[in-house]
């Protein structure tokens, strides 16, 4: 079986041996082909200037591993902005690859059911010492006996540097060099697959990074510049040239999907995108997924929105989703965050007054915010109705690469917990995610409770690697812990080696105290949820949530086939007031500690009711 996305950009290979090189590049007047390396085909190509600020070559022959790049009218050489592999980095020239050699082991690989999903974010880079796609295969079998049926690797596209977060990538069709070769990675999902996991991807389409992206010199129509992000001149989506924008990215998530046999992806900031056309640039790269790969197998389409905007979750008659199938619950984290830490800086705010009630009801109706004014942003009201909403449209989380790598010393959460003797709540909250019934996602590390922290890493130079570092420290100078300059210096240095290698995982740990208990905790809870509540999620819709007493929390969500999923939590450090009903209608699936006329503190039960 050979799989190939035949794309407008780029070096197509032809039938014929040789390949299709397109380039855009509407600023410039002329386009040289430059090929280098062994063999007879080195040299200088012109190309030829097509209509609408195209350039096209024709090659008889086109080698597997010969590298070539473009120069612009007689000066500056520049990569393959769609090149599918960059060995000498960013600033190198690109390599011809032909995915037709690669022979997949997964032809009957249809992928899964969203309702099966239970998410397992990664960094390929810090999964393992290796840090690369092949070297991560021989962990897969411990996510599948942990109870995970997908991965969602952090973005593997090209970016500047030996090590970074992947989120400034400037060539988005390159895997990064350091992972390894496309084929590397192909040999990962054949792994995945055969063990019955998806592979999904987090893409960024929101802006390019500050290192190595060249497209401004010859393709200024790439940007808008009237309009900024937190990252530089937004993408133009709307304005003039955004046709062959759109379709540059749009192409991008069809050539993961296609290409490279991927279940779905996970599309970051889609409240950074501007696009005031219709329709909206994620509304047709999902309709394009639909109606391509999504026909044949199972294709899941996940968003990152700030917003907390649920109008592209809807649902058909069916259940199915119209647009994405869920986005990012960011509410969940911040209100499990409050309780387990006690932390109320920043964006904290919005959930110290009242976050067990906050928490359920992100856990019932999707979003906590839904419409509600919010502290942080000064009363402005945050969000839209979500309670219409299924469960399945939320993916619900205790730690993602944000929440922990965005902290200064990049802590995950069981760490925080421990400081504030607060370990007992976060297993009840755990307990509730795990066993509520939207999708939920953990990050690497986190099923074992890892020592290791996440930091914000990357490996820039010059100037911009001084900017970085005074940019990353400065930005923790409003919280008053880091008011004083030498507390921010302490800050580890993104830049800095040894910062990367702290975040590596320490596989390890997963043997002793007391991370083999947590392991064992997650093992017991996605064991329980496989059994007793998947089978029931097809048809589950938005739960109904009441407080039967200050900090206890009882929500029951109708399930497929008539069946009831309730959930009873003592979410404090006291027991239930006296009299509270402290037993749950149904078969029990979980209960944290023994049955008692009032209800422990921090603790959970879940129970089925069928019909």
């Given at each position: ?30 386009v ?29 022959r ?10 612009i009218?007689?000066?500056l ?28 082991t ?26 690369t ?13 942990l ?19 992947g ?8 895997l990064?060099?350091a ?11 054949c ?18 990074g ?16 009237d ?28 050539y ?5 046999h ?9 409240h ?18 639909r ?9 899941h ?37 409050v309780m ?22 992100a856990l ?87 020592g ?22 400065s ?39 007391p ?97």
């Amino acid at each position: 079986m050979k799989r190939l996305r035949d794309m407008p950009f780029g070096a197509q290979p032809t039938e014929r041996g040789g390949a299709r090189v397109r380039l855009w590049a509407p600023a410039a007047t002329d386009v040289v082909l430059v090929r280098s390396g062994d063999g007879p085909d080195q040299g200088s190509f012109p190309m030829g200037a097509l209509q609408g600020g195209w350039f096209e070559l024709e090659l008889p022959r086109a080698q597997a591993r010969t590298d070539y790049a473009f120069r612009i009218d007689d000066g500056l050489v520049v990569p393959d902005p769609a090149s599918r592999s960059q060995r000498d980095g960013v600033h190198g020239p690109s390599t011809f690859v032909d995915p037709r050699t690669f022979a997949w082991t997964d032809g009957a690989w249809r992928g899964r059911p969203w309702h099966e999903a239970v998410i397992y974010e990664l960094h390929v880079g810090c999964f393992t010492a290796e840090g690369t796609f092949e070297s991560a295969i021989a962990r897969l079998d411990a996510l599948v006996a942990l109870g995970i049926t997908a991965i969602e690797l952090m973005p593997v596209a090209e970016f500047a540097g030996r090590h970074g977060w992947g989120y400034d990538g400037v060539l988005p069709f390159a895997l990064k060099a350091a992972y390894g070769s496309p084929d590397h990675f192909k040999r990962l999902v054949c792994a995945a697959h055969q063990r019955g996991l998806m592979v999904l991807l987090d893409v960024v389409y929101n802006h390019f990074g500050p290192d190595g992206n060249y497209l401004n010199a010859y393709a200024p129509g790439f940007f808008n510049p009237d309009v900024t992000t937190p990252w530089g001149a937004a993408i133009n989506l709307d304005g003039e040239g955004s046709r062959v924008v759109r379709d540059f990215f749009i192409h991008n998530a069809l050539y993961w999907i296609e290409e490279f046999h991927l279940d779905g992806l996970r599309i970051d900031a889609v409240h950074a995108m501007h696009d005031t056309g219709t329709p909206h640039f994620i509304d047709e790269l999902i309709a394009a997924v639909r109606a391509g790969p999504g026909r044949e197998r199972h294709v899941h389409l996940v968003l990152e929105n700030d917003l907390n905007d649920a109008a592209r979750l809807s649902r058909d008659e069916t259940g199915g989703p119209l647009l994405a199938d869920a986005q990012w619950n960011d509410d969940v984290h911040h209100a499990v965050h409050v309780m387990t830490t006690g932390e109320t800086d920043g964006y904290y705010i919005d959930y110290a007054a009242e976050p067990v009630r906050l928490f359920g009801r992100a856990l019932a109706e999707g979003f906590a915010f839904q419409g509600d004014p919010s502290p942080y942003r000064d009363g402005e009201r945050r969000g839209t109705p979500s309670a219409h909403l299924p469960p399945l449209a939320f993916v619900n989380s205790l730690q993602t690469h944000d929440q922990v790598g965005n902290r200064a010393f990049g802590e995950r959460i069981a760490t925080l917990a421990a400081a504030a003797e607060r370990s007992d709540a976060l297993r009840a909250l755990l307990a509730c995610v795990l066993l509520a019934p939207s999708p939920p996602m953990l990050f690497m590390g986190e099923e074992w409770a890892a020592g290791t922290p996440f930091l914000y890493f990357c490996d820039h130079q010059g100037e911009l690697a001084q900017a970085v570092t005074r940019g990353r420290r400065s930005e923790f100078g409003r919280f008053a812990r880091f008011n004083d300059p030498s507390a921010r210096d302490a800050i580890p240095d993104p830049n800095a080696q040894s910062t990367f290698a702290r975040s590596q995982l320490d596989w390890q740990e997963r043997e002793r105290a007391p991370h083999a208990e947590w392991l064992a905790l997650y093992s017991d809870l996605l064991r329980r949820r496989h059994a007793h509540l998947i089978p029931w999620l097809q048809g589950a819709r938005s739960g109904v949530m009441t407080l039967p007493a200050p900090c206890t929390l009882r929500i029951t969500w109708p399930l497929g086939s008539g069946h009831r999923w309730h959930l009873l939590a003592q979410l404090a450090s006291h027991e239930s007031p006296a009299g509270l009903a402290t037993e749950l209608p149904g078969a029990l699936v979980y209960r944290s500690h023994p049955a008692a006329a009032r209800l422990a503190p921090w603790s959970v039960q879940i129970a089925i009711e069928a019909p």
